[in-house]
């Protein structure tokens, strides 16, 4: 005879069932079992298994989202084109780079005291402004 499931059991498979169906999205698959996240992330850190289980969701909702993308280029979205070669054309040389000028202005940071004429024109123009 197989092993008994008990109720961690049940509500483990109907986790990966509710993972599968909403793409991996935790919350959603949480809330459709009537569990908590950490209940869910406890499973996850204690039993391998279930891990590998929900690793392999993950790796399918990825592969979807993949052909979502891929789909979206070949219908001429040039936003997914561009995005696709950011991320896996780098190595073809499709990185965007910045480039930063230094500017050398010498500028003098020494402090400078305020006469007090200069410390009232200051405070009425704040008493102006606010």
């Not at 084109?81 to 500017?103: A, D, M, N, P």
Request: charged share 30%.
């Amino acid at each position: 005879m197989g092993k008994k499931l008990t109720k961690t059991d049940t509500l483990k498979k109907a986790m990966l069932e509710a993972l599968e169906k909403s793409l991996g999205i935790v919350t959603t698959a949480c809330k459709t079992v009537g569990i908590s996240r950490q209940t869910f992330y406890q499973w996850l850190k204690d039993d391998e298994a279930f891990a590998s289980d929900v690793n392999d969701i993950e790796n399918i909702a990825l592969d979807f989202a993949e052909s979502q993308l891929l789909k979206q280029i070949r219908d001429g979205n040039p936003t997914s084109t561009i995005f696709y070669l950011k991320t896996k054309g780098k190595k073809r040389g499709f990185v965007e780079k910045q480039e930063v000028e230094s500017h050398n202005t010498n500028v003098n940071y020494q402090s400078v005291p305020l006469s007090k004429e200069e410390i009232q024109e200051i405070n009425q123009a704040l008493e102006n402004e606010f």
